[in-house]
């Protein structure tokens, strides 16, 4: 399901209620450095068709118009939410556009968060993660333990590391979501030992301060994916809320 805007919604989110979205990337294609089996925007391969970037002051001429007329409107907004087709922090204007987002979202919505969902490779750099940290919802993605894994379920460019990752979420100090993806794949179960214990090791050196557990909810590029039920992610997941984390489980 591809955005052609730059702002769009606001739409309804099982995670974060009322939520305007921010596509920072090409309004008719796709630009991510994961290629995840289960992605909603379908496969990298396939959205091509477009390679230009908003910029800032795209950004802000979009942003302000919608929030103008979401006011006059009287629509609710929650969330001001950056997913997009792709990853968000690959614009290099990534960080001007937080500071822009910030500005007007206490303009006209103070009560809004901004959330960004981000798949956390670029966490590492220093503008990146400065921008991130000033998000209400820092969402960051690690759905496997090991690169091999990972190379499975989300397909990365190369030079990914789940310990660079992880290096980069313990620069946060547990202020921010961990979110992971739940299911079943040929070559891939995350409810598989494996996968699962490794996982959860991570979630305990980084110490979230809430986890988002999720699974399947639309169609997804790869064939035969399975989605597990809730009560099998609640079971899944007890030793860790037995522990005290604070979990948010999404069927």
């Known amino acids: 399901m591809m955005r052609e805007e730059t702002v769009f919604g606001p739409i309804y989110s099982r995670r974060l209620g009322s939520s305007l979205g921010i596509n920072l990337l090409p309004q008719k294609g796709k630009l991510c450095n994961f290629d995840c089996i289960y992605c909603e925007c379908g496969w990298n391969r396939d959205g091509r068709g477009d390679t230009v970037l908003p910029s800032a002051e795209d950004l ?52 809004a968060k901004v959330s960004v969902l981000s ?55 547990g202020n921010f979501v961990l979110q992971t993806m739940f299911l079943r794949a040929p070559g891939f179960d995350s409810s598989a030992p494996e996968v699962l214990l490794g996982w959860m090791d991570i979630v305990r050196e980084l110490r979230p301060r809430e986890v988002m557990v999720y699974t399947l909810d639309r169609e997804a590029p790869m064939q035969g994916l399975q989605k597990f039920t809730p009560e099998e992610m609640a079971a899944l997941v007890r030793p860790l809320t037995e522990e005290g984390f604070k979990i948010q489980i999404r069927g």
Not at 135 to 146: C, F, G, H, Q, V
């Open 60 to 111: 802000r001429k979009a942003l302000t118009a919608k929030l103008e007329a979401c006011k006059a409107e009287g629509t609710p907004i929650d969330s001001i939410t950056f997913s997009g087709d792709g990853e968000p922090t690959l614009n290099p204007d990534f960080a001007r556009i937080i500071d822009i987002t910030l500005a007007l979202r206490d303009a006209y919505y103070p009560a």
């Open 119 to 173: 798949n956390a490779t670029r966490a590492g750099r220093e503008d990146v993660f400065q921008a991130l940290r000033q998000a209400d919802n820092p969402i960051l993605k690690i759905d496997a333990p090991t690169d091999a894994l990972a190379a499975r379920i989300n397909k990365p460019a190369p030079g990914y590391r789940v310990a660079d990752v992880v290096a980069a979420l313990k620069r946060f100090e």
